[in-house]
């Protein structure tokens, strides 16, 4: 028997709504599929790169997504030259797909960072206060190490919370009875929203 359908199937603002409403849950929740999203990027020689990083925060109102990085990274290098991003992800059990496009703006010392630095754990902070810059080729996996000792604020000079303004939703749900996928784009300043063929 075919699961029961849910009661978005056919209708395009309730597509959308969930797809909010899972990358709401997925930046709260950390064992939700959507808590970890693809990025990617324009690399400085024009190829695509991707990678994965942790959603931090997401306000369906202003249709931003944030995530937080390394400002030494390449992806960090790759958006400040060329800020077009585009974001991927997959809930199985849902079976929805997300790709998500748009811009990105890169938050070092303004308010945005300090919020976002505020809430960031101890754990995490601890990525930030490695010496070496990431992807630095090095002798010894124990280069990467931490620095013991040097205070939680250490890392905060390398802390880049990246905000991404959406312009582009694209909704897929994979279904027996026909799958359904949506489009949402903002580029043109008003929302226009259609089906695409799947
Ligand atoms: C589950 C998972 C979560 C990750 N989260 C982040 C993150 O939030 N921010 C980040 O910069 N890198 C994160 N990474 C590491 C990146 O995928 C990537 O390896 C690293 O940032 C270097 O990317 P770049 O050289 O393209 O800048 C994560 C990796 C995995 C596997």
Same mark, same amino acid.
């Given at each position: 028997?075919?699961?029961?359908? @849910? ?25 939700? @599929? ?165």
């Amino acid at each position: 028997m075919n699961a029961p359908l @849910p009661p978005w199937y056919d209708d395009l603002p309730g597509s959308l709504a969930e797809a909010w409403a899972l990358l709401v849950r997925g930046a709260a929740d950390r064992r939700h @599929p959507f808590h970890t999203l693809q990025v990617a990027t324009i690399g400085l020689d024009g190829a695509p790169t991707v990678r994965t990083v942790v959603l931090r925060g997401v306000e369906p109102a202003r249709r931003v997504v944030r995530f937080h990085t390394d400002r030494r990274s390449r992806k960090a290098r790759e958006l400040a030259a060329d800020p077009r991003i585009a974001l991927h992800a997959y809930h199985p059990a849902a079976k929805i797909q997300l790709r998500l496009s748009g811009r990105a703006a890169l938050h070092r010392d303004d308010p945005v960072a300090a919020a976002a630095w505020a809430a960031t754990r101890p754990f995490s902070r601890a990525c930030y206060r490695v010496a070496l810059p990431p992807g630095t080729v090095a002798e010894s996996p124990y280069a990467a190490l931490a620095e013991a000792g040097a205070g939680d604020e250490a890392g905060r000079e390398a802390f880049l919370a990246v905000t991404v303004s959406v312009e582009r939703l694209e909704f897929l749900f994979l279904a027996a009875r026909g799958h359904r996928r949506a489009l949402f784009d903002w580029s043109g300043g008003a929302l226009a929203a259609s089906w695409l063929v799947p």
